[in-house]
């Protein structure tokens, strides 16, 4: 259901983004998880979650765009057992695919561009892998949808059209994982990510 709304939206926004004008890149991001400690036996930690991809930003009008990205991403989350402080972790790679709008008052004049962002995205996962003891028969959840905001600042240089820095918060909105205790993990993430658009 939740693959079907992603795609729906897709379909939607299509002629909206065709008669746009178009700049496209590839984007680097660089994430950090902190997990929900919601499991009343384990301990639960983060850690970097990195990500490359490509995106795409759609300019409607003079303070929107929509930017939209795919990006191959990989996160982990460790766990240590509360009793006896037993230590495992598990890892994923995903294929995330978010569509944010981008806020901001398009001076052409101006070198520097700030800008607001807030989007939805669907974390798909490829592969689960990592577990050496308890979590050996856990696994990450195949799809699990979220939704980013932040902030940014567009540079305009000679070589590209624009290059973009920005912060995002990101928040899945159901558990990734389930653990042995029935407890579920539900990510954030604040990340820092780089785009070339050409």
Known sequence: MRNKITLLIFLLAMPLLASAQTKIGPTVRLGYTFP??????????????????????????????????????????????????????LKGQFLDLIVAGRFSGFDESSKLLPYG??????????????AELYLS????????????????????MSFFSEFDLSVTFSRYLAPVLILEDNSGVRMNMVSFEVSALF
């Open 117 to 130: 962002i807030a989007g939805l995205g669907n974390s798909f996962n490829l592969l689960t892998k990592g």
């Open 36 to 89: 929900d400690k919601t499991s009343k036996i384990y301990n639960i930690t983060g850690g970097i979650c990195p990500a490359f991809g490509i995106t795409m930003q759609n300019e409607i009008n003079y303070w929107l765009s929509i930017k939209s990205s795919l990006r191959y991403s990989f996160s982990q989350i460790k766990t240590v057992t509360k009793q006896d402080e037993l230590k495992d972790q």
């Open 137 to 156: 028969d856990t696994k990450y959840k195949g799809s699990v949808p979220f939704f980013t905001v932040g902030a940014g600042t567009g540079i305009k």
